[in-house]
Each structure stands twice: as structure tokens, then as C-alpha cells.
């Protein structure tokens, strides 16, 4: 079998986890994204829609510490042994633990909800959301590891159901609220409510996996050494997601941090992707790391995936404005100029787990801390310069330059140590996605046709550079 017919039957394999375990991972996800519209139509101010927001990475931020990694920990050891009892032990001793610092991590917050709405919402007037703040972060650390066992013993269909009926829930509590004026108060106390019904429900049907008197302290301890060095990473996923919106709230005000945050959005949609390709990625990686021409194959589907990037964000540019105009009304529409940088962003951080799962192979998985690191603090510096110069398209750029950064280090390390190649032709593919959303941005972001037309001539030019690969793929789909 030649390399070129291996690369693709590994492809094909990754596709088909891709499909099978990540697809059906988002279905819940994409209510949330179809009633942004609505949502913001019933707000008078974009400050309101950024307050919610705001408070929404509170509660993130606030979850991640009380959890501190415990989740992944929990489901690691779930299957170190085929015993009954030993599992229970874990997912109570994993309880046990999570509420203790659920309660502290809550607590802290009521205690300083001043000095955190003034450093969140840039006003202590909002110290009240806060309130509903600390009680979501309870209950959400809480109910990830309630609802463990159900995603553990693969109850796909329960799993899913519960995961829809969450949001549709929330928003038959929050769009009565936002009708009768409560702006501020409506999707924060919508999320309270709709995550207490979840955790009741969970916490009725996984009741068996659960006790106090089965906390384990030695079990604690290992569950630790694989939970405590996770979290660095959570922090740093949560400064490129959230420090634009806090930044921008301080710098300017929060009504361009809830129009940046609508911007967002759009950018959302490739987080759905990113949802999708993490619950296929896991098995294909592991699956295939022993293979003689493994690296040949991670590579290439680096590029793949790069190039597919590519050609969506293209479209993106493209099309921005006009999804904008078409979904929303009054300032909101300002943001469309945000969503092309940040629907590539997460597609890149796509790239880089393909990357760097060449440490993960390896044994070494603190580079991958290091390099998102310098993409974060990079974000951050430039989040300082360009913020007050070009406004939220500014924190949108100094975004996707963070991933950017961290993509090329990794890149560059890998094929240093031999663990990765990079063709010419993807460096010349890079290069192009770069003069073309340069190009965008200065004649035609909000020219439809010039906008279609462009991203109609770079894809033609990625399909010429991999038009040995697209035959392949026709010849596939025409046998099938």
C-alpha cells in the first residue's frame, strides 16, 4: 500500500470517529446558538447581553477551580479496575471533594462579590449578580461530577436528552423574564434554576454511585496527582476565551463587551466543529500512535484540517456582514467585523491538539502547557496596544495572533525533534489566509459578492495545491 492510500484509509477512519462520537456530542450545544438572535432583539442595551456574559465566564472561571481537574481525574481512574465497589468509591471520594471546594470557591466569591463585580462588570453595582454567580458555580462543579457516571457508562441517549432539555429549560425561564424587564437578572438566575433541575435529575438517577461514607482518602490523593496538573491548562484556555470580554470592559465599557461577545458567536459555530473533532480525535490519535508511518499521517492531517480551516473562515469574511445584518439589529451588528478572527481561533487551537499530540505519544505533556502559555501572555500584551486603537477588533485579532503563535512554536519544535513534517505547499496555504483576510479587511468586508468572489478564487487555489489528495477522495466516494 502506498503512503498516499494509507494516509487516506487513516482519514477515513478519523472521519468516521469524527462523525460517530462528535457530532452527536453538539446537538445540545446548538440551542443556545440559534436563540442568540432572539435574546438580544429582547435587550434595549448590548451592556445587558455583556453583563450575562460576563457572568457566564464567572461562573467558568469559578467552576474550573472548584473542580481544579477533578472530572478528568474521576474519569481516568472510573476504569483503572473492573470492580463495582472500587468505582463507586471514586466517584464518591471525587463528590466528596468537589463539594468541599464548590463551597469554599463560593463562599470566597459572596465574600468579595464587590472587588469581583468591579473587576468583571468595571461596576459594584452588579455585586448582586455575582450572588447568582457563586450559587451557579456551586452547582455546576457540583453537577459535573453527578452526572459523571451517566456519561461514563456511555448513556449516550439519556446523556443527550438531559443536555437538551438544560438549555430549553433556561430560556422558558429567562425569555418571560426578559420580557417583563429583568435585563440584568434573566439568563444568570435562568441558568441557576435550569442547572439546580439538572443536578436534581442527575443526582436521582446516579444516586447509587454516590456515598459519603465511601470517601476514600488514598483514593483522593491519586485522584489529585492526575486532577492538580490539568488545571494549569484550564487557565489558560480561559485567558484567550475571556480576558478580550474583561479587558474590553474596563478599557471601553461593557456595551462593546456585549457586542463582542454577540461577535463571539459566530466564532461559536466553530467551536461546534472543535466540539465535534475532540470526540473523534481521542480514539483515532491513541489508536493509531504505534504505527510505523504515524507521523506522516499526524502531519497530514494537520494540513488536511488547516486547509478545510482555511477555506471555511474564507467564507466567513465573505459572508460576516451579511449574517449579521440578517440576524441581529442596532449595535449588534458591528460585530460581524470580530467573527471571522474568532471562527478561525478555535479551528487553530483544533490545529494545535493535533500537533501536540505528538507529546502526548512522547510522554511530554508539559510543552503543551508552555506553548499555549506564551500564546496567552502574547494575547494579553497585545490585548493592551490594539484594544484602545481598533476597539473590539482588536482583542479579536490579538486573539487569533495568540493561536497563531502557539501553532508555530509547536510546529516548529516538532520538526526539530523529527515528530512532524510540514509541506511547502501548507506554508504557501498559510501564507494566502493571511494576505486574503488582509485583503478583506480593507476593501470588501462588507462587499458580499467581492467578499464570495475572493473566497471562490482561494479555495480554487487550496484545491490545486491538494488536487492529488481531492482525487483520491472523489475515486472513494464514487466506489462507495
Known amino acids: 500500500m502506498s503512503l498516499a492510500d494509507f494516509i487516506m484509509n487513516k482519514f477515513k477512519l478519523f472521519i468516521e470517529n469524527f462523525l460517530v462520537y462528535g457530532l452527536g456530542?453538539?446537538?445540545?450545544?446548538?440551542?443556545?446558538?440559534?436563540?442568540?438572535?432572539i435574546i438580544t432583539r429582547l435587550m434595549p442595551d448590548s451592556k445587558y447581553y455583556g453583563i450575562s456574559d460576563l457572568s457566564n465566564t464567572i461562573v467558568q472561571l469559578g467552576s474550573a477551580i472548584a473542580v481544579m481537574g477533578m472530572y478528568d481525574a474521576m474519569y481516568r481512574m472510573f476504569f483503572e479496575k473492573d470492580d463495582e465497589q472500587y468505582k463507586r468509591n471514586?466517584?464518591?471520594?471525587?463528590?466528596?471533594?468537589?463539594?468541599?471546594?464548590?463551597?469554599v470557591v463560593s463562599g470566597i466569591m459572596l465574600?468579595?462579590?464587590?472587588?469581583?463585580?468591579?473587576f468583571f462588570f468595571s461596576d459594584k453595582q452588579y455585586a448582586y449578580v455575582v450572588y447568582l454567580s457563586a450559587i451557579a458555580t456551586l452547582v455546576g462543579a457540583t453537577n459535573s461530577i453527578i452526572s459523571a457516571p451517566t456519561r461514563m457508562?456511555?448513556?449516550?441517549?439519556?446523556?443527550?436528552?438531559?443536555?437538551?432539555?438544560?438549555p430549553l429549560l433556561a430560556y422558558s425561564i429567562s425569555i418571560p423574564m426578559l420580557l417583563a424587564g429583568y435585563y440584568v437578572i434573566a439568563l444568570p438566575l435562568a441558568a441557576v434554576i435550569s442547572g439546580v433541575a439538572m443536578e436534581i435529575a442527575f443526582g436521582v438517577m446516579n444516586r447509587s454511585w454516590f456515598n459519603i461514607r465511601?470517601?476514600?482518602?488514598?483514593?483522593?490523593n491519586q485522584l489529585l496527582v492526575i486532577a492538580i496538573p490539568l488545571f494549569p491548562n484550564f487557565l489558560i484556555y480561559w485567558v484567550f476565551n475571556s480576558s478580550d470580554k474583561i479587558m474590553i470592559t474596563n478599557m471601553i465599557g461593557i456595551g462593546a463587551a456585549g457586542i463582542y461577545s454577540v461577535g463571539s458567536k459566530l466564532g461559536h459555530v466553530s467551536q461546534l466543529i472543535y466540539i465535534a473533532f475532540a470526540g473523534g480525535w481521542q480514539y483515532f490519535a491513541f489508536s493509531t500512535m504505534k504505527e510505523d508511518k504515524q507521523v506522516e499521517t499526524n502531519s497530514?492531517?494537520?494540513?488536511?484540517?488547516?486547509?478545510?480551516?482555511?477555506?471555511?473562515?474564507?467564507?466567513?469574511?465573505?459572508?460576516?456582514?451579511?449574517?449579521?445584518?440578517?440576524?441581529?439589529?442596532?449595535?449588534?451588528?458591528?460585530?460581524?467585523?470580530?467573527?471571522?478572527?474568532l471562527f478561525l481561533a478555535p479551528l487553530l487551537l483544533m490545529l494545535y491538539q493535533v500537533a501536540s499530540n505528538q507529546f502526548l505519544v512522547i510522554k511530554k505533556t508539559w510543552p503543551n502547557m508552555l506553548f499555549l502559555s506564551v500564546g496567552a501572555i502574547i494575547n494579553i500584551v497585545i490585548n493592551f496596544w490594539l484594544i484602545p486603537i481598533l476597539g473590539i477588533e482588536g482583542a479579536s485579532i490579538a486573539t487569533l495572533v495568540g493561536y497563531v503563535i502557539s501553532n508555530i512554536i509547536c510546529v516548529m519544535v516538532l520538526i526539530k525533534m523529527k515528530l512532524m513534517v510540514l509541506s511547502k505547499r501548507f506554508v504557501i496555504a498559510a501564507s494566502t489566509m493571511v494576505v486574503f483576510m488582509i485583503i478583506w479587511r480593507i476593501l470588501f468586508s462588507t462587499n458580499i459578492a467581492l467578499g464570495t468572489i475572493g473566497a471562490v478564487i482561494?479555495?480554487?487555489?487550496?484545491?490545486m495545491l491538494y488536487r492529488r489528495e481531492l482525487r483520491k477522495v472523489f475515486v472513494m466516494i464514487a466506489t462507495k
Open 214 to 220: 465511601r470517601f476514600d482518602r488514598k483514593l483522593l
Open 25 to 37: 456530542g453538539i446537538i445540545s450545544k446548538i440551542i443556545p446558538l440559534i436563540m442568540i438572535p
Open 458 to 463: 482561494v479555495t480554487f487555489f487550496y484545491a
Open 90 to 103: 471514586i466517584c464518591s471520594t471525587a463528590l466528596c471533594f468537589t463539594i468541599a471546594t464548590s463551597i
Open 300 to 341: 497530514l492531517i494537520f494540513e488536511y484540517l488547516g486547509i478545510l480551516s482555511f477555506v471555511a473562515t474564507s467564507f466567513i469574511c465573505a459572508w460576516s456582514y451579511l449574517i449579521f445584518k440578517t440576524l441581529f439589529v442596532g449595535d449588534y451588528v458591528d460585530g460581524y467585523i470580530i467573527a471571522p478572527y
Open 153 to 166: 457508562q456511555n448513556q449516550r441517549k439519556v446523556f443527550l436528552v438531559t443536555n437538551t432539555v438544560s
Open 111 to 118: 465574600v468579595f462579590r464587590e472587588q469581583i463585580a468591579q
